[in-house]
């Protein structure tokens, strides 16, 4: 649908703002950055939403996803949207939360795959490996890890972590990249692979990296 001068000028400043700082601005930032009331952003969102330009669940500021293209394809110029999939534990695993937190944008031509999703790290037992506590990792879905991969798990069917993958004859090895943490032993039947970590978004959403890479 066409948009308004006010919405097409609303709709710009938002995929500025998620380009530039990886996530959608709040909705106080946007009506100071706009120079317009709360209620006039809230306005603006439903109108958007409507017309197809944006998706939303819950609060505004933890939900909020641009659909630029008419083809669903998450796709805003050289970029593309990834879901913030609620939040694993690098350490300790933590109830995972099947719920979005947000957005991200990431260059396309890096990251190609289909239905890729990000999860957000909590904790330092993959700091060997450049992921840090706050890091968003990138994952490409799957239901199976090689040795050796860095993968996203469902343990017990509620709880995730990130940590390298190691299948056993009898057994799977979940192994930190951290000394301090113990290395993690489960039989086949309590471990769903999620997906493979294919990229790593600093805490502060303003750099990419390869998992392995150390943070400068």
């Not at 097409?8 to 380009?19: G, N």
């Not at 999939?85 to 990431?106: D, F």
């Not at 993968?151 to 090895?173: M, N, P, Q, W, Y």
């Not at 769903?192 to 890479?213: A, E, N, T, Y």
Request: hydrophobic content about 35%; charged content about 25%.
């Amino acid at each position: 649908m066409e948009l308004s001068g006010t919405q097409k000028r609303f709709f710009d400043y938002l995929v500025a703002r998620i380009t530039r700082d990886g996530r959608a601005p709040s909705l106080r930032e946007a009506a100071i950055d706009m120079g317009v009331s709360h209620t006039a952003v809230a306005q603006l969102i439903s109108q958007l939403e409507k017309k197809g330009m944006l998706e939303r669940e819950g609060h505004y500021s933890r939900s909020l996803r641009l659909i630029p293209d008419s083809d669903r394809k998450k796709q805003i110029g050289g970029g593309r949207q990834l879901p913030i999939i609620g939040q694993v534990t690098a350490g300790l695993p933590m109830y995972a939360q099947q719920e979005w937190e947000g957005s991200v944008v990431v260059d396309n031509a890096l990251f190609p795959g289909d239905n890729l999703f990000c999860l957000r790290i909590k904790g330092e037992s993959m700091c060997n490996a450049g992921i840090f506590n706050g890091d968003l990792v990138i994952c490409e879905p799957r239901q199976y890890a090689e040795n050796g991969e860095i993968a996203a798990v469902l343990i017990h069917g509620e709880e995730a972590t990130v940590k390298r993958f190691f299948l056993h004859s009898d057994h799977i090895e979940l192994r930190p990249e951290n000394e301090d943490f113990p290395v993690m032993h489960y039989p086949f039947n309590e471990l769903l692979v999620q997906g493979k970590v294919v990229g790593v978004i600093r805490g502060q959403g303003d750099s990419l990296r390869s998992p392995g890479q150390k943070r400068p």
